[in-house]
């Protein structure tokens, strides 16, 4: 039985699951005709918002806000327009969390702003406070004052000690998954895109910025922001800080504290070729400008894909561009994910796994097929460990089940590499060339709209699969993204560099000195280490560590694979710069394993760990307080 012929079940199965997920699309809102479609024809999938976006739809946010650094707070207004997706509407519904409301405002027809009695519903730990606003016919436009708590965890407010200038304050938001709503009152969902403008008011000496077009300063001391391509909420982004500005060419460039800026721009010199690559492989870049800032360590993540202005940590700072493929990354959201967005978390893969493999394409292009597929392994690696941690088979397939609790707990390998994993698998049956020309018009097809898994397997059925109906099968397809962990079909990735690596290590283990490293990159000191067995001796760790110098290394990925060994090898020697890192760098990937795994070695480990927590908490995010918190309540009266 061939996938997709239309005269076995194999179709209904794949019509079932496109009329499912169809009406869940996210009309663009300009779509007229969409909007006028009878209310019961749009069904709203994202069960992680409070926002009636199936009966009303946000359409442009403007913001107008001090920036307060004394009380830790966004002050000011947030004006919203919406459209009627049904025409008997009669109350838009927003998600906001921890945000004081203290008034809002209706725009009526005769152009007067009048009071409107909303309700604040009651806060929910994951969606925050549903604010009901009713509005009277014709209006379509409200105005919400309003400030955000001290507390926000999408907003992260350091002190001048905390950055590394000392004299300025800084703040920098995050609001991917469900911390928009901690910024500004707003359909917090990836179904519904606005554009937006801002007006922002802050202290002298400090420039802020925004995922939008920069403007300068007015006479009156205050920026102005636009954003003019529909986004949805979740690319909502403010950085303000003592920062600086390096061209990298007429249209790119990097943002960053001084003391940073140069490095960071020769670090990320090559994302000019990234551009290009990329735009090759899918189409044009349409966002206009593409700048990336380099924000204080405490960012939680490794990048972050905020349009015109991608968030970046300075741990990718290596000094020999090794760890740029973050960059490709995050540029490559341009398509998949700001462009093409997901129109649930729970379709995650469509954003992070096309992500994935356009990344790994990009890095193919500028890099060679070596490093794409050193980069594959190391991303099999990770997939293999969440495979095996995850905690009940559904959440090891593509798309998420209905369930899930948090959007957070679809970000895992499952999400990055079986998605991109997913794509290789297509792009081997179907073709590179014949899989390109697919995606490429996906990108045009669905620009600036959001999809649900089933509209993709739809859309790769009617363009890609009625024309190679032999390339794969139903069973394979479901397999891939019903189905748990890794699929027959898939072909397991093998690196030559990395054979002899294996080779080295196996040598050295033997008691043999460690030959030919010298040329290695990062990619090889990770498979290296990553892959030693367990039960390694004192005396070895201590040989690795005199030769190689891992304890305190610069390069964040090689120094946090060594300490993730020495722990779970009992090697101390390390303890005084493992603190270090741990006070050093807030970012995720590397300390949420890190206090995991010194929390779960013993009691006296566990305590020790706690220790530098409480010294290195207040410097961490709230996402990474609030994730880190989690692993120590485990543990909680032992
Ligand atoms: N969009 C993500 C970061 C993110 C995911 C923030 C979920 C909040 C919730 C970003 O594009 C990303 O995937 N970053 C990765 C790097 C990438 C190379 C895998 C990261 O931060 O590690
Ligand atoms: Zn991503």
């Not at 740029?324 to 649930?344: D, F, I, K, P, Y």
């Not at 081997?428 to 397997?457: H, M, N, P, V, W």
């Not at 397999?479 to 072909?491: K, N, R, T």
Request: hydrophobic letters at 40%; charged letters at 25%; aromatic letters at 12%.
């Amino acid at each position: 039985m061939r996938f997709f012929a239309t005269t076995t079940p194999a179709l209904s199965f794949v019509l079932a699951l496109s009329l499912a997920g169809c009406s869940a699309n996210n009309p663009q809102v300009q779509d007229t005709k969409q909007i006028q479609a009878p209310a019961d024809k749009i069904i709203k999938a994202d069960k992680f918002t409070h926002a009636n976006y199936d009966k009303v739809r946000m359409t442009h946010l403007s913001l107008n806000l001090d920036v307060n650094f004394d009380e830790k707070v966004l002050d000011g207004t947030a004006t919203i327009n919406f459209k009627l997706v049904d025409p008997t509407a009669t109350v838009l519904q927003l998600d906001t969390k921890d945000l004081t409301i203290r008034s809002v405002e209706g725009l009526g027809a005769d152009g007067q702003w009048r009071g409107i009695d909303y309700t604040l519903g009651e806060r929910d730990d994951v969606l925050g406070s549903k604010l009901t606003i009713p509005f009277r016919e014709g209006m379509n436009k409200v105005r919400i004052d309003y400030r955000t708590s001290p507390k926000a965890e999408g907003l992260q407010w350091l002190s001048p000690a905390q950055t590394a200038g000392k004299k300025h304050p800084y703040l920098f938001s995050q609001a991917q998954a469900l911390n928009a709503r901690t910024m500004t009152p707003v359909q917090d969902t990836p179904a519904v895109r606005i554009t937006y403008d801002a007006t922002l008011r802050v202290p002298d000496g400090l420039l802020p910025l925004m995922s939008a077009e920069q403007g300068a300063m007015d006479e009156n001391g205050e920026y102005h922001f636009k954003m003019p391509q529909p986004i949805p909420s979740y690319l909502l982004a403010i950085a303000v800080g003592d920062i600086k500005f390096k061209a990298i060419n007429d249209h790119i460039g990097v943002y960053a504290e001084s003391y940073i800026l140069d490095a960071a721009a020769e670090e990320f010199s090559e994302t000019p070729m990234m551009e290009v690559a990329n735009t090759k492989l899918y189409g044009p870049y349409r966002w206009g400008r593409y700048d990336l800032i380099v924000l204080p360590p405490s960012f939680p993540f490794g990048g972050m894909e905020n349009p015109r202005l991608s968030f970046m940590t300075p741990t990718l700072i290596a000094g020999d561009k090794s760890l740029t493929n973050v960059v490709a990354h995050e540029l490559a959201h341009s398509w998949s994910g700001n462009l093409v967005t997901n129109s649930s978390w729970l379709d995650a893969w469509l954003n992070e796994g096309v992500t994935s493999y356009v990344e790994n394409r990009v890095m193919e292009e500028l890099y060679g097929e070596g490093r794409a597929v050193m980069e594959q392994v190391l991303a099999l690696d990770d997939l293999m460990r969440d495979l095996r941690a995850a905690k009940r088979p559904a959440l090891t397939h593509l798309k998420m089940p209905a369930d899930l609790a948090h959007p957070d707990d679809a970000f895992t390998q499952i999400t990055y590499a079986k998605g991109q994993f997913f794509l290789q698998f297509l792009e081997q049956r179907f073709g590179r060339d014949e899989f390109d020309a697919f995606l490429k018009k996906y990108f045009d097809d669905f620009a600036f709209q959001s999809l649900s898994t089933e509209e993709f397997i739809k859309y790769l059925h009617d363009e890609l699969h009625v024309k190679n109906p032999d390339a794969l099968t139903s069973a394979e397809l479901k397999a891939w993204v019903y189905g748990p962990g890794l699929p027959d079909s898939f072909i397991t990735p093998k690196s030559d560099a990395f054979a002899k690596v294996d080779a080295v290590r196996e040598a050295w283990l033997g008691g043999a000195a460690a030959e030919e490293t010298a040329n290695w990159s990062t990619h090889e000191w990770l498979h290296f280490l990553n892959k030693m067995p367990v039960g390694l001796s004192e005396d070895q760790f201590e040989r690795l560590d005199s030769a190689f110098k891992f304890t305190g290394m610069q390069n964040a990925e090689i120094a946090f694979a060594w300490y993730m060994q020495a722990i779970k090898g009992g090697y101390g020697a390390v303890d005084t710069q493992l603190e270090n890192f741990l006070m050093s760098v807030g970012r995720g990937k590397f300390i949420y394993r890190l206090y995991a795994e010194l929390a779960k070695r013993d009691e006296d480990t566990r305590t020790e760990a706690k220790r530098i927590y409480k010294n290195a908490r207040p410097g961490y995010h709230p996402i990474a307080q609030r994730r880190i918190d989690a692993i120590f309540a485990k543990y909680a009266g032992g």
